[in-house]
């Protein structure tokens, strides 16, 4: 989340980076600078009070030993008075407390300067794209298709032991699978990534130190019975690896990778654009995350976006790159590049990755800081991307390679699958 410091003193520039957004900011800030005004008050008051309580307090004892009874006992009245004022001062400064954060929760990260206005996906900007878009010809099948006649993915399968949106794999399918998992977490490796293995399930102090919770959007399952949330990314227990923590300058940049399953619950998706890998409430991904100093975060925002469009060239798929605009930025994120891949037999671009820095505002709410060379505790920035999200990578595979002989393997992966051609 803002800090409070930026929200109080850059009121005018905090609205109007978040209209970009097209988040109306003014009568929440607002707020947010009325309670901090209470709180303060309160806190003042209260100091003052206690000041004053100390005193009296031992001048009592005094005018005891004195024999000033009828003043003692007047201050004794006015030391009851103080401190039902105390209580007071007390609820009120807490109220404000609570009201602050609670506001503090419901405002968004600050986009970059960089980010553009737009109302949606249809107002990002091209950065840059690579790769041919193949021919397939008027006969070319789409990836549900395919798997069927290969027998690589049960649709149906997966409804009738879970649902929609939790497919089965099989045969080439499941090697395919791994081989994808294998070569992301080996070329992440290779690039200087620490790998870890996060657990699939999060407490809320978590999920809120990401900024999935409070869930807006209603995407993360949920057991009640555990109080426990399914992670919708890796991003979300890996980042919380740094919670409350307080890093040395000499451990920056943090490099981590993590393989996950994902769950989402994907609320009001339907149509022809979420059929076969194309949205799902299970699937499997590979997430990088960072943790790095503010002055260095966008050079390793520079970084890791090279990194996934190296990925996407090694597996031979027509890609492009987009600056997210405001309209079509998370909540929480500074800065987006949303990569996407060619599907020639859907004739459609498909979301691969995110990959995004989100500067000082997950680290607020994780209290993720590092001591800078004058020993006082900084706030880092996170950053992370999905390197890469498989669903839509296997799509594009199976259909932008689909021959008469059959589906073709880029040669990045053959040594991971063990074979370069599916056929019948």
């Known amino acids: 989340m803002l800090t409070l410091k930026v929200i109080t003193e850059r009121r005018d520039e905090v609205i109007r980076r978040l209209a970009i957004k097209h988040f109306d900011a003014k009568v929440v800030i607002d707020r947010i600078i009325e309670a901090d005004k209470t709180r303060r008050e309160s806190q003042q008051q209260l100091e003052a009070n206690l000041a004053e309580l100390n005193r009296i307090s031992k001048n009592i004892g005094q005018w005891l030993k004195e024999g000033r009874t009828n003043e003692a006992e007047a201050a004794r009245l006015y030391v009851a008075g103080l401190k039902e004022a105390n209580k007071a001062l007390d609820e009120a400064k807490e109220t404000a407390d609570q009201q602050i954060q609670e506001l503090l929760l419901s405002i968004p990260n600050l986009p970059h300067e960089s980010v553009s206005e737009g109302e949606g996906a249809a107002d990002n900007v091209v950065e840059r ?22 027998d690589l993915i049960d649709f149906e399968l997966g409804v009738k032991i879970a649902g929609a949106g939790f497919p089965v794999y099989k045969g080439y399918g499941c090697r395919l699978q791994r081989a994808l998992i294998n070569f992301f977490l080996d070329s992440a490796r290779q690039d200087g990534y620490i790998e870890v293995q996060p657990p699939y399930l999060v407490n809320a102090d978590s999920g809120y130190g990401t900024g999935n919770l409070p869930d807006k959007e209603g995407q993360m399952y949920y057991a009640p019975q555990d109080n426990l949330y399914l992670i919708p990314t890796a991003e979300v227990p890996v980042t919380n690896m740094y919670r409350d923590v307080i890093l040395s300058e000499a451990d920056l940049p943090i490099l981590n990778v993590a393989y996950s399953a994902c769950f989402r619950r994907e609320a009001g998706s339907y149509g022809k654009d979420v059929r076969g890998l194309n949205r799902l409430h299970q699937f499997d991904k590979v997430e990088i995350v960072r943790i790095d100093k503010p002055e260095h975060s966008y050079r390793s925002l520079d970084e890791m976006v090279h990194y996934v469009q190296s990925l996407v060239e090694k597996l031979e798929l027509p890609w492009r790159i987009l600056r997210l605009c405001g309209g079509d930025m998370s909540f929480t994120s500074a800065l987006t590049f949303d990569f996407e891949v060619y599907s020639a037999a859907q004739q459609r671009w498909l979301e691969v990755s995110s990959v995004s820095n989100f500067e000082t505002y997950q680290a607020n709410r994780l209290k993720c800081r590092y001591r800078d060379g004058n020993k006082k505790p900084q706030l880092c920035h996170t950053l992370n991307g999905s390197a890469l999200a498989l669903p839509r990578i296997l799509a594009a595979l199976l259909e932008n390679n689909q021959t008469a002989d059959g589906i073709r393997i880029p040669q990045a992966l053959t040594p991971y699958t063990g074979f370069s051609l599916i056929g019948v």
């Open 129 to 150: 794209q690579g790769g041919a878009i193949p021919d397939l010809g008027a006969n070319a099948l789409p990836h549900w298709e395919l798997a069927k006649k290969y």
